[in-house]
């Protein structure tokens, strides 16, 4: 099985090098301010220039405005929005105004949470499955928390899907071969510090997800 990658939150050409040297083929751009791992839009737009056109550029907010959005969009050149905290009507008009993919983010720490994929049908393009986080955390993921995934067993996904949460390179593998996950996400897993990437962890990441 053939499985795609995305690295989240990377933040320096040495990183996105990294990334695209090894194989990813995403690159996640954090449009967070809370987050470690936030752009500005010139920065943005300078690691963008980096990036091939058959690398997916995935930009990531969270409960995000309209001007966010298309300055992000603009910057980044993006292909894909990755929506966290955003309710499935909000989902379908950005996915509208924008003419972009939509992947929705879908906090897991239950079987009964991923019932919520369901609503997202006809207003994204694909679910991310991501750990949740506690209630009165400042981020909704890439804090290495994962969720139990055997709650993925005989699910029937509305839409197709991607796995995150405490993905790292000593687990990507179990997890694929778990869940038959055909694209994985990591951020925290191949840090040395909250929003620092490490270049051999990524690398290692990425090796780890080959057959």
């Given at each position: 099985?053939?499985?795609?990658?995305?690295?989240?939150g990377?933040?320096?050409p040495?990183?996105?090098?990294?990334?695209?040297?090894?194989?990813?083929?995403?690159?996640?751009?954090v449009?967070?301010?809370?987050?470690?791992?936030?752009?500005?839009?010139?920065?943005?737009?300078?690691?963008?220039?980096?990036?091939?056109?058959?690398?997916?550029?995935?930009?990531?907010?969270?409960?995000?405005d309209?001007?966010?959005?298309?300055?992000?969009?603009v910057?980044?050149?993006?292909?894909?929005?990755?929506?966290?905290k955003?309710?499935?009507?909000?989902?379908?008009?950005?996915r509208?105004?924008?003419?972009?993919?939509?992947w929705?983010?879908?906090a897991?720490?239950?079987?009964?949470?991923?019932?919520?994929?369901?609503?997202?049908v006809?207003?994204?393009?694909?679910?991310?499955?991501?750990?949740?986080?506690p209630?009165d955390?400042?981020?909704p993921?890439?804090?290495?928390l994962?969720?139990?995934?055997?709650?993925?067993?005989?699910?029937?996904?509305?839409?197709p899907?991607?796995?995150?949460?405490?993905?790292?390179?000593?687990?990507?593998?179990?997890?694929?071969?778990r869940?038959?996950?055909?694209?994985?996400?990591?951020?925290?897993?191949?840090?040395?510090a909250?929003?620092?990437?490490d270049?051999?962890?990524?690398a290692?990441?990425?090796?780890?997800?080959?057959?």
């Amino acid at each position: 099985m053939s499985v795609t990658t995305k690295i989240c939150g990377l933040s320096t050409p040495a990183t996105i090098d990294a990334a695209l040297r090894h194989g990813a083929t995403h690159i996640g751009l954090v449009f967070f301010p809370p987050s470690p791992r936030h752009l500005g839009f010139a920065q943005a737009e300078q690691l963008t220039a980096r990036i091939p056109d058959h690398v997916g550029r995935v930009g990531v907010f969270v409960d995000p405005d309209d001007e966010s959005i298309e300055r992000a969009l603009v910057s980044g050149r993006l292909d894909v929005l990755q929506l966290h905290k955003v309710s499935p009507d909000r989902a379908a008009a950005i996915r509208a105004r924008t003419a972009r993919a939509i992947w929705a983010a879908v906090a897991v720490k239950t079987r009964l949470d991923l019932d919520a994929a369901r609503s997202f049908v006809g207003a994204a393009d694909r679910i991310l499955y991501d750990a949740k986080t506690p209630d009165d955390a400042r981020l909704p993921g890439g804090m290495g928390l994962r969720f139990d995934w055997s709650l993925l067993d005989d699910f029937r996904h509305p839409l197709p899907w991607a796995l995150s949460g405490g993905l790292d390179p000593t687990n990507v593998a179990a997890a694929i071969a778990r869940t038959r996950a055909d694209l994985v996400d990591v951020s925290s897993g191949v840090e040395s510090a909250p929003g620092v990437k490490d270049v051999d962890k990524i690398a290692a990441f990425l090796k780890a997800t080959q057959p």
